[in-house]
């Protein structure tokens, strides 16, 4: 298939692309900046695209004809509460930009990466533990309200003009791989900081509970859900959902690998507000019921992939700032 990414620059494109590259697609990759040399490894085509210009969106998928198209490019939640409008250029304007340029361009089908940045406190009480589906949504963030509006529009999309969207709402990824910014960016620190010093002070609460994910999952979730069968799929966005440990978890858990590490909790308070207002756990029964969702990792199980991994990026000399 020849397949499109828009944002292949960032953490999920550094892993996708390869993965389908190795499937045999005819990838191409598409970002602001061009190919990073961290994404060297992973093949296939490179071009720059700016998704806030409507103009070159169009222009790029009418050239290509793209099949299908991963729309990845967003600005993550902790960057958009310091920018909120450039959050809302990219992850609003862009996937309406993206969406009619497909639209035009006839691609028969569409991949949005949504967020549990979409949940929020409603008014009238908690979030339910674990979190389904299908709940009022009341997120706090610019991210959160950008990414609702993208799972309206896929649905919107889907009903009117029958461009077969689908999307997950993907917990916190972890990977050996730049984070973007995002507000579960402390649990990585926790694996990073952990083998280049010994030590990690989190911008998080010792209990923070939040659902998170180790990447070969979330990319193989995105490669089973762009190839289910269309009739057995029920909704346009699913829920996903692998594990949801406590900070001081992932710690005990970073121990097995690195006895002696020492972590600290410094709350930040804006990144900490964001974290409160997501749910703690995820109810993907519909993700498993329709298209066989089912995660590989537990957190021990990532926590032993994961180390040797992170030693070797830095050893590689990755710069990682937070
Ligand atoms: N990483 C996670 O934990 C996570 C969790 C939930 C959802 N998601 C979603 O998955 C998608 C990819 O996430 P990621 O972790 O790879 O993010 P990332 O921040 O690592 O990468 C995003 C990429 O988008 C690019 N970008 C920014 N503005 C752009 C523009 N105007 N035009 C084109 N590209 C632009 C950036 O250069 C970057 O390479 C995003 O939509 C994100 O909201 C990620």
Redesign the pocket.
């Known amino acids: 298939m020849k397949i499109l990414i828009?944002?292949?620059?960032?953490?999920?494109?550094?892993d996708l692309i390869g993965a389908l590259v190795a499937a045999g697609h005819h990838v191409v990759s598409?970002?602001?900046?061009p190919r990073p040399p961290s994404h060297a490894h992973a093949g296939g085509d490179w071009q720059r695209?700016?998704?806030?210009d409507a103009a070159a969106v169009q222009h790029m998928f009418t050239d290509e004809r793209p099949e299908l198209v991963y729309?990845?490019?967003?600005?993550?939640s902790a960057?958009g509460e310091a920018n909120p409008r450039l959050a809302y250029?990219?992850?609003q304007t862009?996937t309406w930009n993206v969406l009619e340029a497909a639209r035009r361009a006839k691609v028969k089908r569409l991949m949005f990466?949504?967020?549990?940045?979409v949940f929020g406190p409603p008014p009238s009480g908690p979030l339910p533990d674990p979190c389904p589906d299908d709940v009022a949504l009341h997120p706090g963030t610019m991210?959160g309200a950008t990414?609702v509006s993208g799972e309206l529009l896929c649905s919107y999309y889907r009903k009117r003009y029958d461009i077969d969207c689908r999307g997950v709402?993907?917990?916190?990824?972890?990977s050996a791989?730049?984070?973007?910014?995002?507000s579960?960016d402390y649990a990585l620190f926790m694996y990073v900081d952990a083998v280049r010093k010994g030590s990690y002070e989190a911008f998080a609460r010792a209990d923070t509970r939040i659902p998170l994910m180790y990447m070969p999952d979330?990319v193989r979730a995105l490669l089973e859900l762009a190839f289910a069968e269309r009739e057995k799929l029920s909704r346009t966005i699913y829920n996903i959902a692998a594990f949801s440990p406590r900070a001081d978890e992932i710690a005990t858990s970073v121990r097995r690998a690195i006895p002696d590490a020492q972590f600290t909790y410094v709350p930040d308070p804006v990144r900490q507000g964001i974290l409160d207002s997501w749910p703690k756990a995820i109810d993907d029964a519909a993700a498993r019921r329709d298209w066989s969702w089912k995660p590989s990792y537990t957190l021990d199980a990532m926590t032993d992939d994961l180390v040797p991994r992170v030693r070797r990026m830095l050893d590689l000399g990755a710069v990682l700032s937070h």
């Open positions: 828009t944002g292949a620059g960032g953490q999920i494109g550094h598409t970002d602001l900046a695209l700016d998704v806030t729309h990845l490019a967003a600005i993550l960057s250029d990219v992850n862009g990466t949504s967020s549990i940045a991210y990414k709402r993907f917990p916190g990824l972890i791989a730049m984070p973007g910014g995002g579960s979330g």
